[in-house]
């Protein structure tokens, strides 16, 4: 997280979490310890109604970040999810975890169906060796 008040309170939440708060074009994958997955969501500004939504934004290319720390860590699984508004990426997204060896399945969740209070809807890619 390169914000570092967003840090802090993460690490308040999650106190045995290592986090980093660096731009993630400057970490080296190569440095992190192995897992069996990775859980993340790169940012969301570019494709939330919430936003102003520039489809240049280049934001909207950090999901590739991800995809660069799958490649390296090469867990047996991950999970990214985004606002719905990535589906419009779902082909290209997809393609590139295929590029480095994982299946993927992308779909949107809906908050109201799985029991939350509110109608939040996300988007997801599970991909798995």
Do not use: W
């Not at 939350?116 to 890619?125: A, I, P």
């Amino acid at each position: 997280e390169r914000n570092i008040d967003y840090a802090r309170t993460y690490k308040v939440n999650h106190p045995n979490t290592k986090v980093f708060t660096r731009d993630i074009k400057k970490l080296d994958p190569t440095k992190f310890e192995k897992v069996d997955i990775i859980v993340g969501g790169p940012p969301c500004q570019g494709f939330s109604l919430a936003g102003s939504r520039f489809k240049d934004d280049p934001r909207n290319q950090l999901y590739e970040e991800f995809v660069r720390f799958v490649k390296e860590i090469n867990p047996g699984e991950f999970l990214m999810e985004n606002v719905p508004q990535i589906a419009q990426m779902k082909d290209q997204i997809t393609k590139d975890f295929e590029k480095i060896g994982y299946k993927v399945e992308a779909f949107l969740v809906k908050g109201e169906d799985i029991g939350m209070r509110q109608k939040r809807h996300r988007y997801f890619f599970y991909g798995h060796k």
